[in-house]
């Protein structure tokens, strides 16, 4: 069963910026398409940004423009840098391998206003 680890959360202001970082255990992230998907409280959870093996991008309409994901093979790591935050980015945020049903245990994310 192949791991995945997030780290990077905190308490932001809003505005600011954070990255997300993902490490996967054995080689996973370079076979597999990854991504972000965040739930914040009462609510379901959502995909943020989807990067393929390939390293074609795409991203929720919320977060276009001021989130970015990318992956280092090398380094069997996914990342998303969140810039301007706001406090409806304010959310639990999970690393998975979606086709293959592997997630991270989840990093909290919240901005204040």
């Known amino acids: 069963q192949a791991q995945l680890v997030e780290s990077g959360g905190g308490l932001v202001q809003a505005g600011e910026s954070l990255r997300l970082s993902c490490v996967a255990s054995?080689?996973?992230?370079?076979?597999?398409?990854m991504a972000w998907y965040r739930q914040a409280p009462g609510k379901q959870r959502e995909l943020v940004a989807q990067?393929?093996?390939?390293?074609?991008?795409n991203y929720a309409d919320s977060v276009k423009g001021r989130f970015t994901i990318s992956r280092d093979n090398a380094k069997n790591a996914v990342y998303l840098q969140m810039n301007s935050l706001k406090p409806e980015d304010t959310a639990v945020y999970y690393c998975?391998?979606?086709?293959?049903?592997?997630w991270g245990q989840g990093t909290q994310v919240t901005v204040s206003s």
């Open positions: 998975t391998a979606p086709y293959q049903n592997y």
């Open positions: 054995g080689r996973i992230s370079s076979i597999f398409a």
């Open positions: 990067i393929t093996v390939g390293g074609s991008t």
